[in-house]
């Protein structure tokens, strides 16, 4: 019995035993497994998803901000910085936060040079926030944050400065996130801003991002360089001539252009309107562009050998009814040849004319002259004005086309028009833009000039010269002659469309010119809408194109290139049409030097003209420069709204084409 009993027992501690090791193995298992799961997930964390992970915890406490790029200029012609990047910067005012409000303010304003109102506004902010009512510069924001410790917030812009305060609409503007918005700066957009660099921040316990130490840093880069045809000095003279044009005939608005008819380039575009806008009409607005239609039609006949210079034509004592509509001159003639028609601008004498061409014909001439088409130029809108199809036209249609009706030009369209007649008949595409620097300052884009296509031969554009220069002289166009230089030009005067499409008694006046007349360099074009008083092209815009013509040769901004055709040196005319009736002109004993196909300003008796410098401060800076520029030198801008100080100073002797800096 006792050892049945033991058997017993032995069997249960071996099931036991055995009950044990499993349970032990199993154990041991599952503790294995375990592990094994724990290591695969933490190789799963720490290596093939470990950059998910980092980047998920680095969300948590850092984040990656643009490096905004600093934007390209836009240079003139010369190197001139028309446009600069500037940083700017927004504030914001939380009252709430400042432990002595009124003292705060009080020094915003006296920083910012605000008023006690805009002062009140800021005390008195609803929910205790204020915007600043101006940007702030990187100066102003340096010692505003010194003068006020709490309270106190920036918001950084994109913000440019215009060094030479020119061309404001025509270089347009950018937005807030330094976009471009409008004009060459929304044009050019893609060249100018540079591409925003990267860095990585962190989060303090505060909300505030510091830059992490040694962290990866995309550099940002600059935007290119862009270099205009704009000349800067002819630009100012341009606007300053426009301004007292406007001013003086009580004009609701105008243009002033400047081409060089051998390249296209545009050395000058001053337009604008009294209602504000920024765009540039001269591009946008097209117009009836009236008699300064009327070498267009001379040229077509001269081509087609429809028509002599010394042909004669009955102009009928200026009456002449066509169909049912009854044309009058001005200046009534009996008969007139086919040059004095464009000369004295007989409106019978171009309709008769007009009717020796087919409309299919004159219609060509037209549209090769670049009428009814786009120019292309580099702007963000340009209009291509009406021209219509000889299948639209009615009865009368080629006679309204003679006289410069039922077809609407813009300036620009006109003003390269005119540039093909003095260059020999090359229809030229306007040049705006001359080439892109890299940030380094390296050429990265020429643009050349381009030939569209020839209009006339030479032979043709000479003979239609020779015509314009006998209305400068002696035409319609004789308030734009000068004494010592020829002057090829027409005058033009036509009807504003209303609204509804009917003529109102308004009037626009314009005038073209180019000189010399032999070899021209410079293209003029002076238009006003709307002059209060007289009206005709060449009483209102003639004078204008002259004073332009004038200041630019002080300068010495545009290259005059006759050869022989002058003498060796010759005395400029400043009369009462001219800048001497307005600004300062050149001293006695001053002439205009042409030696060897160069010009220069020159004293009689001395190798170089000089004079003294007038006391410029307390003018506003286009008043000053317009001074300089009639005193044949050059002014350099760092001055804002009016002058306070000038170097040389005045009362210094300056010899002509020197730079006289502005502050």
């Known amino acids: ?4 009993s033991n ?3 032995e069997r249960a501690r071996s099931k036991r035993s055995r009950t044990h090791r499993l349970r032990t193995r199993a154990l041991a298992a599952m503790w294995i497994l375990l592990g094994c799961v724990f290591l695969g997930r933490a190789v799963q964390l720490q290596v093939i998803e470990r950059d998910l992970w980092l980047e998920r915890a680095r969300a948590q406490y850092a984040t990656h901000v643009d490096l905004p790029a600093e934007r390209g200029a836009i240079l003139d012609r010369n190197g001139r910085s028309l446009v600069i990047a500037a940083r700017r910067f927004r504030g914001y005012v939380a009252v709430r936060e400042m432990t002595d409000p009124d003292r705060s303010i009080a020094a915003i304003g006296r920083i910012l040079g605000l008023s006690r109102s805009e002062e009140a506004k800021l005390a008195a902010a609803d929910g205790g926030w204020a915007v600043l009512p101006r940007r702030v510069s990187a100066e102003d924001q340096a010692r505003l944050k010194d003068a006020v410790r709490r309270g106190l917030h920036f918001e950084s812009l994109a913000g440019r400065i215009y060094p030479e305060d020119v061309a404001h609409n025509l270089l347009g503007s950018i937005r807030v996130d330094g976009r471009g918005r409008s004009g060459l700066e929304l044009t050019l957009d893609s060249l100018l801003r540079g591409e925003p660099g990267r860095a990585l921040t962190q989060r303090d316990g505060k909300g505030d991002y510091h830059r992490l130490p040694g962290a990866a840093v995309s550099p940002p880069k600059r935007g290119h360089d862009v270099v205009l045809t704009i000349d800067a000095d ?7 001539a426009l301004d007292q044009a406007i001013e003086s005939s009580g004009a609701s608005g105008g243009d002033l252009l400047m081409v060089d008819p051998k390249t296209g380039d545009l050395l000058a575009v001053a337009s604008r309107r009294l209602d504000g806008s920024l765009k540039v009409p001269a591009f946008t607005d097209p117009f009836e562009p009236g008699s300064t239609l009327k070498p267009f039609l001379l040229s077509a006949l001269l081509t087609e050998g429809l028509v002599s210079l010394d042909d004669s034509i009955d102009v009928h004592h200026g009456v002449y009814k066509d169909g049912r509509r009854v044309i009058r001159d001005v200046h009534p003639y009996d008969v007139l040849t086919v040059a004095e028609v464009v000369r004295y601008s007989s409106n019978v004498g171009a ?16 549209r090769d002259f670049g009428f009814g088409l786009p120019t292309g130029i580099e702007y963000p809108a340009e209009s291509g004005g009406v021209l219509r199809r000889p299948q639209h036209w009615s009865a009368l249609s080629q006679a309204s086309l003679a006289m410069g009706y039922e077809i609407s030009v813009t300036s620009l369209q006109l003003v ?22 890299s940030p380094t300052g390296k050429r990265a884009q020429y643009r050349s000039p381009q030939t569209i296509r020839r209009v006339l031969d030479t032979s043709v554009t000479d003979k239609v010269t ?8 002696g035409g319609t166009g004789k308030r734009a002659a000068m004494s010592t230089i020829t002057v090829a030009g027409k005058s033009g005067t036509a009807r504003l469309l209303s609204r509804d499409g009917g003529y109102q008694n308004r ?18 074009l002076a238009k006003l809408e709307d002059p209060q008083g ?8 003639a004078p204008i194109s002259r004073s332009a013509l004038q200041a630019a040769l002080a300068t010495r901004g545009v290259t005059i290139s006759r050869g022989t055709t002058l003498p060796a040196s010759f005395r400029f005319d400043w009369g009462v049409d001219g800048l001497g009736s307005r600004r300062a002109a050149p001293s006695a004993g001053v002439v205009f030097a042409v030696h060897d196909g160069s010009a220069r300003w020159e004293a009689a008796e001395h190798p170089k003209a000089s004079r003294w410098l007038p006391d410029l401060r307390g003018l506003s800076i286009r008043s000053a420069a317009a001074r300089l520029h009639a005193l044949g030198l050059r002014a350099h801008l760092e001055a804002r709204g009016r002058v306070a100080s000038q170097s040389p100073v005045p009362g210094s002797r300056v010899t002509m084409g020197s730079v006289v800096l502005l502050r």
């Open 234 to 240: 002819l630009q100012a003279i341009a606007e300053d």
């Open 351 to 366: 309709v008769l004319l007009a009717k020796r061409l087919t409309p299919d014909v004159h219609y060509r001439y037209l």
């Open 7 to 9: 058997s017993k027992q």
């Open 416 to 437: 390269m028009a005119y540039a093909a007649l003095a260059n020999g008949g090359r229809l030229l595409r306007p040049r705006l833009v001359k080439e892109v620097r």
């Open 1 to 4: 019995m006792k050892d049945r």
């Open 534 to 541: 007289a009206y005709y092209g060449g009483a209102v815009a």
């Open 466 to 473: 020779q015509v314009l220069t006998f209305v400068v002289e």
């Open 507 to 524: 009037y626009g006046a314009s005038f073209i010119a180019y000189s010399p007349a032999e070899d021209p360099s410079l293209v003029i």
